[in-house]
């Protein structure tokens, strides 16, 4: 009955409304805070206020809201009774509240099952949205939105590792997925979670620190409240964590009420970075704070000192947008459904359904505004981003030193440019003061903690102590490791940017044996026996997905190395080995093709190219083939030939002095030539080859089909030498395998014997060994390329192999084919090609263009074929246009106007022939202007003896032939002009007669 009364009277009063005044409708709405605690006290001030603000600016509403507090006294049981009642009894509108993540989860529900709107401005865990209740809305920023730039700040100072502290209850877990996964992506490693328990005592906190001091991982992200993480900073700083080299991070857990705290909880957090949502500066802020400040004041006097806090903020807007949203809603179906509700129900479940929850829950949704907190925007019932603040705890207060948003990363200052480029570059924060005072930025990680040193696992092994060598002094049982990866690896940790203090252990059995393969060695690294492998250790694939490795500091590659024989050529065809059979071919090939250009472009010019067809033949191919020693008789006159045989004088060039210097090596210098050549002669054979004991070279060597039975293996280059020696009937070897590092010292010991042939493995090289993900990773590697760029590796390189060998001669360290291929000339050939056949390309269409008349004539009855046989016939011709034959005919003139020569026709023959009084014109349907001249110019056999003339000697008469008076091909006499010349010398009575004839084509 009480409540039935107090329901009307609070009716009565709205509806009938005071001093004649308009009605207003109200509307009933609980708040579930912790009101005995100091942040329920400020956010239930805030509401207040608002309401009492929205009012007065809105007087004509409507609706007004009619506040139902209640305590949950931070008590998740209490939260829930507190909001059942609520709903049951009170039957609000909508709740809001409560406080914290864990009693929310619980409110959700039955806000849900009501379908009565719940309103958190506090509650910041993402679990609560995995609940999928769409009458929640948060009016805050989730947790999960801060993970990111805190993700960015450990990018921006290149941390590798950073180690999670959060409280063991849904506030705390409900951020690890979302933050880890943010660190991954940036490859950043999370190697421990440290879990507090909410009720954690001093001992177990300092406990879980003396853990963490322990770890190499020297940043850490702290999200806790502030009640309980006041108290893991003041313990770590009693214990010397937060002196310089340590990173903490808080995240807005705790940063949201850092003005909560005294000054004895803020000075053992000096230097602490931190996350909060960042407030724009507003005239409207600051006169709230000032209203805020004097009604808190005179309410709650007992805290003078209490500062508004964003959840105050939050809690205002919050109340502002409930109250816009019970407006827009309107003032239908204020009610519950209660016709489902039993008698029998129990409390849990005898309550009804709001009917005006839905139409609420939209408004809400739709709500937009300027609010103390900046652009106050519910979307799919989340508050949507704000900017974050970064700031530095540095004396009684924080310091802001810069700002986070998701679309432009770090910027010093807000609107203060207008790029889209996202950027975590530690150059946009301001100054920070870090733990210890340090203005130098934590490396975050150091070696050692707390007096622990890394442990080095070394190989132990009996051959090729020159990488490493384990020795162990009898008298004080020490054990001492040295070799070329020792040093390496020193050197390289000179250049470490900070202190690695380290020691070697032997990878060894009690008796003083190797423990085992390298893949076990490198084994006992993922196992946490060892923290890192130092020594010859190849990087390999199967290998990374257990441990990760340096750069490498040594050649990669495996090869195959054999013993080598003297193999100067001693034979009857040792002329030939020089060249290879290709290039033999192809040689020959061109002096044919060289002297057939060579005909073709001198032939209807040159005497010298003319003649019976063997005697053509003969010439070209003398005059091509003589070329390799440059003794051709025969000159050419043809500026395209010319241009022929000075490329191809060149080619000859080349190609002689080759020669002559691969036979002159064969024969007379000592020719070191392996034994075996190639892989697959071995497999054919059946040989029997070597591998290093214990490397992986042995699986290479399965792979590539050796049986195990052919497969031996050694432990020492000396041992190597000797199963060389024995060779496959001895069960000896006949090549042996390995990595170049090894065959360079083996080959530096007997460089004499030995030699390295192709094919190559190709491997990465050796490398450190490191767990996986370790963050000395990355620092080894850029010390190794220090050493390497420096010049510290090639000065260990030669302590330790130039001084034993390393530097004889390398001639036959590497063996291939010493035979000269095409491969070698093919350009010289291809420019020989070029240059004769555009040579006879120009000839052609210069012969075609002057017989141009011969192609074009316009008589249909001639064939094609015919056209090409006149062709052919004109080409057999002397061109007695060309300037060889004019130049004779010049000289015979001279001669002749000086007595010298005297020329006469026979007396029954005083002109020659024309070619029309020999045939019909069937034969020759062309002009006989087109091949004489009518007016009896001298014969061809004139120039003849004109060029003869200027020989030394004379000949008496020229052998009669098909060109020069034989007998035709049909064995007909040609129809002949005789002219008698007769030719003066100084002395009168000498005298010689040449008879010349011409045939009548």
């Known amino acids: ?84 009642d609520l709903i049951k009894n009170v039957q609000v509108q909508a709740i809001l509240g409560p406080e914290n993540s864990m009693e929310t989860g619980f409110v959700i529900n039955l806000g849900n099952k009501s379908q009565v709107p719940i309103i958190s401005f506090s509650a910041t865990s993402p679990s609560l949205a995995s609940k999928r209740s769409p009458y929640f809305i948060r009016a805050t920023q989730s947790s999960s939105f801060q993970v990111k730039a805190i993700a960015a700040i450990v990018q921006a100072f290149g941390w590798r590792e950073a180690v999670p502290i959060y409280v063991d209850n849904e506030f705390g877990e409900s951020i690890i997925p979302y933050l880890t996964d943010a660190l991954q992506d940036l490859d950043v490693r ?109 309410k709650k006097p007992s805290l003078l000192n209490a500062e508004l806090n964003i959840f105050g903020l939050l809690a205002y807007d919050s109340a502002m947008a409930l109250a816009t949203a019970v407006e827009n809603a309107g003032t239908r179906n204020i009610e519950y459904d209660d016709s489902q509700v039993s008698g029998n129900s129990s409390d849990l479940e005898s309550f009804g359904i709001s009917l005006y929850g839905p139409k609420l829950r939209q408004q809400i949704s739709n709500i937009r505004f300027k609010g103390l907190t900046g652009d106050f925007h519910i979307l799919n019932g989340q508050l949507q981003s704000l900017t974050y603040q970064i700031i530095n705890v540095n004396g009684n207060e924080e310091r802001g030193i810069g700002f986070w948003t998701p679309k432009n990363g770090f910027v010093k200052e807000l609107n203060s440019t207008n790029s889209t480029v996202y950027s975590t570059s530690k150059a946009n924060l301001g100054r920070i003061i870090w733990p210890g005072g340090s203005s130098a930025t934590p490396k975050g990680f150091e070696i050692p903690t707390n007096g622990k040193r890394l442990r080095i696992g070394v190989p132990k092994k009996k051959g090729f102590s020159e990488f490493v060598e384990v020795t162990r002094d009898p008298v004080t049982n020490r054990t001492s490791v040295t070799g070329f990866c020792i040093d390496v690896f020193d050197a390289a940790m000179r250049q470490m940017p900070y202190d690695v203090s380290y020691d070697y252990f032997p990878f060894e059995t009690p008796d003083g044996n190797p423990a085992g393969s390298y893949d076990e060695l490198v084994n006992q690294v993922y196992l946490g026996n060892y923290d890192a492998v130092v020594g010859d250790t190849t990087i390999l694939a199967n290998r990374s997905w257990f441990v990760d490795f340096t750069l490498p500091y040594t050649d990669s590659g495996v090869s195959m190395v054999v013993s080598i024989k003297d193999n100067k050529e001693k034979h009857a065809w040792a002329f030939l080995t020089p060249l290879t059979w290709d290039l033999w071919v192809t040689s020959a090939c061109f002096f044919v093709f060289i002297g057939f250009v060579i005909w073709v472009l001198e032939h209807r010019i040159n005497e010298d190219f003319r003649g019976p067809l063997e005697h053509q033949v003969g010439t070209s191919f003398w005059f091509s083939f003589s070329t390799m020693v440059f003794a051709q008789r025969e000159r050419v006159v043809s500026n395209l030939a010319r241009f022929v045989m000075i490329i191809w004088f060149f080619v000859v060039l080349i190609l002689t002095q080759s020669y002559t210097a691969g036979l002159t090596s064969r024969l007379t210098v000592q020719q070191l030539q392996p034994t075996v050549t190639s892989i697959d002669e071995l497999l054919k054979k059946g040989e029997n080859v070597g591998y290093q004991r214990g490397s992986f070279v042995l699986g290479i060597l399965k792979r590539l089909g050796f049986n195990e039975s052919k497969l031996i293996p050694y432990d020492s280059p000396e041992h190597c030498n000797a199963l060389f020696s024995n060779g496959t009937a001895k069960n000896g070897i006949v090549a042996a395998f390995d990595e170049v590092p090894y065959m360079k010292v083996f080959l530096g010991k007997f460089c004499n014997k030995y030699t390295m042939i192709d094919p190559t493995f190709k491997i990465d090289g050796w490398g450190f060994v490191f767990p996986r993900r370790s963050p000395l990773v990355p620092d080894v590697s850029r010390a190794i390329l220090i050493v390497t760029e420096g010049g510290t590796l090639t000065k260990i390189e030669n302590a330790y192999f130039r001084e034993q060998g390393m530097n004889c001669s390398e001639e036959n360290n590497l063996v291939s084919s010493n035979s000269m291929d095409l491969n070698s000339f093919w350009g010289l050939f291809l420019i020989a090609g070029i240059a004769s056949l555009s040579a006879l390309l120009i000839f052609t269409i210069m012969f075609l263009y002057q017989h141009r008349e011969v192609l074009m004539r316009s008589d249909s009855t001639e064939s094609v074929w015919r056209r090409i046989l006149v062709l052919l016939r004109i080409f057999n011709q002397r061109d007695l246009s060309s300037h060889t034959f004019k130049k004779c005919e010049d000289r015979s003139r001279s001669s002749h106007d000086h007595g010298l020569v005297s020329i006469e026709a026979s007396p029954n023959r005083h002109c020659p022939p024309t070619p029309s009084t020999t045939s019909n014109n069937t034969r020759y349907p062309y002009s006989p202007s087109t091949f004489y001249n009518t007016n009896c110019p001298p014969s061809p056999s004139d120039f003849s003896n004109c060029l003869d003339s200027e020989l030394p000697f004379s000949r008496a008469h020229r052998a009669p032939s098909h060109e020069n008076g ?36």
């Open 1 to 84: 009955m009480k409540k039935v009364f107090v329901k009307y009277c609070l009716m009565l009063m709205l509806m009938v409304g005071i001093n004649g005044e308009e009605k207003k409708i109200g509307v009933k709405v609980g708040v579930v805070l912790d009101i005995d605690k100091v942040i329920g006290k400020i956010s239930s001030t805030c509401i207040n206020i608002s309401l009492s603000d929205f009012y007065a600016a809105h007087p004509h509403y409507k609706t007004r809201l009619l506040v139902i507090p209640r305590n949950s006294k931070t008590d998740v049981v209490t939260a829930a009774a507190s909001a059942l």
């Open 966 to 1001: 034989g007998a035709n091909p049909n064995g007909q006499a040609p129809q002949e002009i005789v002219l008698a010349t007769e030719l003066t010398h100084s002395t009168p009575s000498t005298t010689v007669t040449f008879e010349i004839t011409r045939e009548n084509n």
């Open 190 to 298: 999370v190697p421990y979670r440290s879990v507090i328990s909410p009720s954690a005592t001093d001992d177990q906190l300092l406990q879980e620190l003396f853990k963490l001091m322990t770890m190499q991982t020297r940043v850490f992200m702290v999200h806790l409240l502030p009640s309980l993480g006041s108290r893991i900073f003041s313990k770590a700083k009693e214990i010397g964590m937060m002196r310089s080299g340590y990173v903490w991070i808080m995240t807005d857990g705790m940063t949201n009420l850092m003005n909560i705290m005294d000054r004895g909880e803020l000075e053992s957090m000096q230097g602490v970075l931190g996350i909060k949502p960042f407030v724009p500066i507003s005239k409207e802020l600051e006169d709230f704070k000032v209203r805020w400040k004097k009604e808190f004041s005179t």
